[in-house]
């Protein structure tokens, strides 16, 4: 095992939004600022390392007939820790991220992680994995929600950077925004690995 390996392969060679492309919805609905962005990333991210550990832990009592449900109980859960930790310390946050930190239970950057490594693999294994594969899933969605933001709104974490009288471009704040800003990032990054790939 080879801890910097498995955390580089989430951050870069499967990264679960720029190369996997899966998990979308939180990605675009949510993006529309970087607190939001870095609250649902590290959100994703703390129910990835727990659940990746506890189904490696688990892997070789859990009959495979029903290894979905049982998968599904244990994201379930720590969604559930995670959601009441946000109610209970970032009321504003948790309202603004609404719905989708239940969604987290039906992620399928979660469950696949789940049901291709953390079944298969140990437990320092998997938690690796999951850190690497939210962090990946964290910076995508930093990414994303810093464009927007700076462009809709001309600030960064709420923070005013362009001065008032810079014309503001709403529609980076709109859904239409969001599948601008993930197709010129993918299209970006793919020109970089090609680049990359035929030096």
Do not use: H
């Not at 679960?16 to 590290?42: E, K």
């Not at 959601?83 to 987290?104: D, K, R, T």
């Amino acid at each position: 095992m080879n801890p910097g390996k498995i955390i580089k392969n989430g951050l870069l060679d499967e990264n679960p939004t720029f190369v996997q492309v899966v998990g979308m919805c939180p990605v675009l609905a949510v993006t529309t600022s970087a607190t939001n962005a870095i609250g649902m990333g590290l959100s994703t991210t703390a129910v990835l390392v727990c659940s990746n550990f506890f189904i490696s832990l688990l892997r070789n009592f859990i009959p495979s007939k029903v290894r979905i449900p049982c998968y599904i109980v244990v994201i379930a859960s720590f969604v559930t820790i995670v959601q009441l930790l946000l109610e209970g310390f970032l009321p504003q946050l948790n309202a603004s991220l609404g719905i989708f930190i239940p969604l987290i239970v039906v992620n399928c950057i979660i469950l696949a992680r789940a049901e291709a490594f953390a079944a298969k693999n140990t437990l320092a294994a998997s938690v690796f994995d999951g850190v690497g594969m939210g962090a990946g899933f964290t910076a995508a969605l930093l990414i994303v929600g810093s464009v927007r933001e700076f462009l809709g709104n001309g600030s960064w974490f709420g923070l005013r950077i362009l001065d008032s009288s810079f014309p503001r471009m709403t529609i980076m704040l709109l859904p239409p925004g969001a599948f601008i800003t993930l197709a010129c990032l993918m299209a970006l990054l793919n020109y970089l690995r090609g680049r990359g790939g035929s030096q």
